[in-house]
């Protein structure tokens, strides 16, 4: 199952007590105050980890508590630091903070930390207060309280290549035929319920990811459809490829399916509507021609990219992979 948002609550550790005590031996005559400093308390860090792919353990888990530090001893006896505690989220999860919604970390890289909650410090014991005119102080600190918050996870693809389109477009056939992604494909809208990675291999030793987001409606933007929660994983891609189907089957009208889309990509965020793109034409082995026409006069108008593409028969895909490895720079070195 693939997860990519989970709303947590992070719970760091509570700083151990200092201790009350002093040193009564029967040959050390004033043996004055010996209670010992708390021991810190453990802090909650977030790693990323390059192997998990999904946030479905969060889906189970939602409270994570670091371990407490030990309160101080007799004999200025330290109290042991809490443990850490290490929580591991999909490289690509954006960490933020629930009540005010400003972005805590984004974890773009493997192994990556951060500190997400911070565990309280120890207390100090009585020893610690000792001066000159006060020999048997009788004053301790208890522990300071672990730092407690709530944090949204979102998981957001990281990969070079968005296929984006309104459902059925044909982007799972594509992706299946460009790489060794195999997701579900049928003849019914929203097949795809969660992105799809792929790795195209180009030429010798290159190669870049292509993500096939799910199928966008008009109003995604405001939750419409599969709604917006696919729309972030476009943010992170370099370059989108907008499909959209030109067959009996497709819609009647395909400038206006560009238009849809186009609208609610600018609408979730504005600086996708400035980011590189080809247009592609699908399903052309069954292409209604005046649909194919009027969308490849609907391009050159507007001044951008044309591609026309069958996934099912392989025309047109060779000069779709040289277009999107130009487009990224791979291989050009």
Same mark, same amino acid.
């Not at 189970?60 to 290490?86: E, P, T, V």
């Not at 954006?94 to 909650?117: H, K, N």
């Not at 030793?205 to 939750?223: K, R, T």
């Not at 009027?294 to 050159?300: D, G, I, N, T, V």
């Given at each position: ?24 031996e &029967? ?5 004055g ?11 909650? $860090?977030?790693?990323?980890?390059? #192997? =998990?792919? +999904? =946030?479905?353990?969060? &889906? ?6 670091? %371990?407490?530090?030990?309160?101080g ?7 042991? *630091? ?7 989220v ?18 773009? %890289?493997?192994?990556?930390?951060f ?5 309280g ?11 000159? +005119?006060? %020999?048997?102080?009788r ?10 918050r %709530?944090?949204?996870l979102?998981?957001? +693809? ?37 992105p ?9 030793? #290159? ?5 096939d987001?799910?199928?966008?409606? /008009? ?17 992170? +891609? ?6 959209? @189907?030109?067959? *009996? ?9 560009y238009?849809?889309? /186009?609208?609610?990509?600018?609408l ?5 509507a ?10 052309? *082995?069954?292409?209604?021609p ?18 026309? $593409?069958?996934?099912?028969?392989? !025309?047109?895909?060779? !000069?779709?992979? @040289?277009?999107?490895?130009?487009? =990224? ?5």
């Amino acid at each position: 199952m693939f997860v990519d948002y989970a709303k947590i609550h992070l719970e760091a550790g509570d700083g151990g007590n200092g201790c009350l005590a002093f040193r009564r031996e &029967k040959y050390v005559p004033r043996g004055g105050p010996s209670g010992g400093d708390g021991g810190r308390g453990g802090d909650i $860090v977030l790693q990323s980890n390059p #192997h =998990l792919s +999904t =946030l479905l353990p969060f &889906k189970y888990k939602k409270h994570f508590k670091a %371990q407490r530090g030990r309160h101080g001893s007799g004999n200025k006896r330290h109290g042991k *630091d809490g443990q850490d505690l290490i929580v591991e989220v999909p490289v690509g999860t954006v960490m933020s903070d629930a009540d005010s919604g400003d972005v805590l970390f984004d974890f773009s %890289q493997p192994e990556q930390t951060f500190v997400a909650a911070r565990g309280g410090r120890g207390g100090r014991g009585n020893a610690a207060f000792a001066t000159a +005119t006060n %020999q048997a102080p009788r004053r301790i600190e208890p522990g300071a309280e672990g730092q407690q918050r %709530q944090v949204v996870l979102e998981l957001k +693809t990281l990969a070079d290549v968005g296929l984006i389109g309104l459902p059925n477009a044909g982007k799972s056939t594509l992706i299946s035929a460009i790489s060794a992604a195999r997701p579900e494909i049928a003849d019914y809208p929203f097949t795809t319920l969660s992105p799809n990675l792929g790795v195209v291999s180009y030429h010798d030793f #290159h190669s870049f990811v292509v993500a096939d987001i799910p199928g966008l409606i /008009e109003g995604a933007h405001q939750g419409s459809g599969l709604g917006d929660r696919f729309l972030r994983h476009v943010e992170r +891609t370099r370059l989108l490829v907008h499909m959209i @189907d030109v067959s *009996d089957l497709g819609p009647e009208d395909p400038e206006q399916a560009y238009l849809v889309i /186009e609208r609610e990509l600018k609408l979730y965020k504005a600086e996708l509507a400035q980011r590189d793109r080809l247009v592609v034409a699908s399903k052309i *082995d069954a292409a209604n021609p005046d649909k194919l026409g009027r969308l490849k006069s609907f391009c050159r108008r507007r001044g951008l990219r044309f591609l026309a $593409v069958s996934a099912a028969t392989g !025309k047109g895909l060779s !000069k779709l992979r @040289d277009e999107m490895a130009r487009c =990224l720079g791979v291989g050009s070195n």
